[in-house]
């Protein structure tokens, strides 16, 4: 309940001071709603939306993964590779670097072309690795862009899993989907203290794609090339066939 203190007001005079309350709102709506349609109008008729985001992995007709942007296993060359690095709008060109690996634990030398992507790309990063001149594989920073279900519904279901462990202080567990035959493979790490066996979850995200040369399975396999900082070799000890979602999958340090 209101209380009024004071001297009641005239009818005549409340009314008119409601009226005129009235009038100012509605003069207000009047000029937002001229100000919209002359925003929209300069848009045009075909404006539509920006996207959230476009994944520069979305496959194409003409280009099935592994196949990248022309890119080409065993066939493109470093000079290719730069050419089509340039030409490829959703590439920063300012990132675009090179360098050379030559460590001594590396079985062969290997060239590398790194860069970063622009938005909206969902990816934050990618590299091109070189093996005698020509591409031996792409791996893709995927920014968690996509879960391993919607992976499955664009590369069908893996052949086998690999379970290991980061060697870093961090000791984070990591999980590789391997298509061995089409050259694909997805990471995903867990960033918790390991446990001996793991349930693959569908909703679990990638944070790596590496497309590789099925020709060099075997060079893939003794460098770990989709996983980061695990003991070389460890795919040969350590590969289980894929079960499907929520198995329990061992742990291989």
């Known amino acids: 309940?209101?209380?009024?203190?004071?001297?009641?007001?005239?009818?005549?005079?409340?009314?008119?001071?409601?009226?005129?309350?009235?009038?100012?709102?509605?003069?207000?709506?009047?000029?937002?709603?001229?100000?919209?349609?002359?925003?929209?109008?300069?848009?045009?008729?075909?404006?539509?939306?920006?996207?959230?985001?476009?994944?520069?992995?979305?496959?194409?007709?003409?280009?099935?993964p592994p196949c990248w942007q022309g890119f080409q296993f065993g066939e493109t060359s470093v000079l290719d590779a730069k050419n089509l690095l340039m030409s490829i709008d959703d590439i920063n060109p300012d990132t675009i670097n090179e360098l050379d690996l030559d460590y001594e634990v590396l079985p062969t030398d290997i060239h590398r072309i790194q860069w970063r992507f622009l938005p909206p790309a969902l990816e934050y990063a990618g590299r091109a690795d070189f093996v005698d001149g020509h591409l031996a594989w792409l791996v893709f920073n995927a920014n968690n862009s996509i879960s391993f279900d919607e992976a499955l519904e664009i590369y069908g279901e893996p052949k086998s899993v690999l379970v290991t462990i980061d060697s870093h202080d961090s000791k984070w567990t990591q999980i590789v989907l391997l298509y061995p035959e089409k050259g694909i493979a997805l990471l995903n790490i867990i960033k918790e203290y390991p446990q001996s066996t793991v349930k693959i979850k569908p909703n679990m995200h990638v944070e790596l794609v590496t497309y590789f040369d099925p020709g060099l399975y075997d060079l893939v396999a003794e460098l770990s090339v989709p996983a980061t900082a695990v003991e070389k070799g460890i795919w040969l000890k350590g590969l289980q066939s894929w079960q499907g979602f929520d198995y329990v999958y061992q742990v291989v340090e």
Not at 3 to 12: A, D, S, T, V
Not at 16 to 37: D, G, N, P, T, Y
Not at 50 to 64: F, H, K, W, Y
């Open 1 to 64: 309940m209101n209380l009024r203190i004071g001297f009641p007001e005239q009818p005549g005079l409340y009314l008119w001071r409601e009226m005129k309350h009235h009038q100012i709102a509605i003069l207000f709506l009047l000029v937002l709603l001229a100000i919209l349609s002359g925003c929209l109008e300069k848009l045009g008729p075909n404006f539509e939306p920006t996207p959230q985001g476009i994944s520069v992995l979305a496959p194409s007709p003409d280009c099935e």
